[in-house]
């Protein structure tokens, strides 16, 4: 047994001793036979679930691992009368809490058919084509994805999670004192210091994790909020900006868990006093809008262009903005749950009952940079969606409004 002098820091990792945890991961037993994470989404479409499967070997492609099951009814997705799930495999990544060969396995979900065939999981009562939560949103997502028109539009998406870490009381936000509230939002921006900066530890091993897993992360930054952080995911094109978020968020889970903290990605995790919420701001662009020699014209009819004749990049830029002012509401029912705490007119956002578009205005639904502006080519940024919002949802909503205009 370890010493009270060499023992480290007590942390949660599946074992009251971690380092005993250590001593079993680092047996040997071979390359041949490898562990599978199968993950997929729960019932709440926020929950992340996971079981692992061992293969007697590494699957060379997505279509050599199995179709597997689950009992829906302990996830809230199937009574129990008739309780398999099934999880199909969609995308590979590498497991960077077992190392080696071993794999996370990123699954979508599905209903069994009396006939044998299965049809993607979906429950009533949402938006559109995307159902309500703890259906399979990627399949929906899929179908956009996978129009002609957005094919060759090439959709790219920069996401941006923010998120909150709390202790493991889940009421108070790492650098708080417990029952009370630190200094007022100023000094905690992309800080450094003991003073102003908390929980650099969770974000660094996030990122080396996500890193290794081959997940697109870009960076990371700490935020306006004591105890929140943001990292970012992309550039990605298509379905894969949001397969990289939901395993990036996993990999947050679990490391959060490897250190006894708790991440909330509620939109407003402290819903009174002058503190910042989180978003998913979701940076946007196709290849039309990046393309520097585009002769697309495009003559405004609202905002801060109304009236002006636009050409290139920017004009179509400006034409898809003005087609998501149109379907604001579609929009907000998709951007997350309980938007309206933290989409109030204050701390960086515009009003949920509102739409507005403005460069290098943060207080805007939609912020165009200021080097897009200069340039006359590049991207935008969906300012709306919530730090919980479906990353496959809105996504495609963006496309197919944008895009198909439908």
Known sequence: ?????????????????????????????GDARVIAEYLWIGGTGLDLRSKARVLDHLPEKIEDLPIWNYDGSSTAQAPGHDSEVLIKPQRIFKDPFREGNHIIVLCDTYKPNDDGSMSPLAFGDGV?????????????????????????????FGLEQEYTLFEADKVTPLGWPKGGFPGPQGPYYCSA????????????AHLQACLFAGVKIAGTNAEVMPGQWEY??????????????IVSRYIMQRVCEKYNVVVSFHPKPIPHGDWNGAGCHTNYSTAEMRDAASTFEYTA????????????????????????????????????KHNELRLTGKHETASIATFKYGVANRGASIRIPRETFHQGYGYFEDRRPASNMDPYAVTAKIAKTTILNE
């Open 301 to 336: 009819t609202a905002g801060e262009f109304a009236g002006k004749p636009l050409k290139g990049g920017l004009a179509k830029i400006v034409q898809a903005i003005e087609r998501l002012g149109a379907k604001h509401a579609e929009h907000i029912a998709v951007y997350g």
């Open 1 to 29: 047994f370890l010493s009270i002098e060499t023992q480290p820091p007590q942390m949660s990792s599946g074992s009251l001793l971690p380092a005993l945890n250590d001593e079993f991961r680092k047996l040997s037993h």
């Open 232 to 245: 970012q995911v992309g550039p990605c094109e298509g379905l894969e900006a949001g397969d990289h978020m």
């Open 193 to 204: 210091g003991t003073e102003n900066s908390f929980g650099r530890d969770i974000m660094e």
């Open 128 to 156: 559109g084509e995307f159902s309500s939560a703890g259906s399979n949103t990627r399949a929906a997502a899929a179908a956009i994805f996978s129009h002609p028109e957005v094919l060759a539009a090439k959709p790219w």
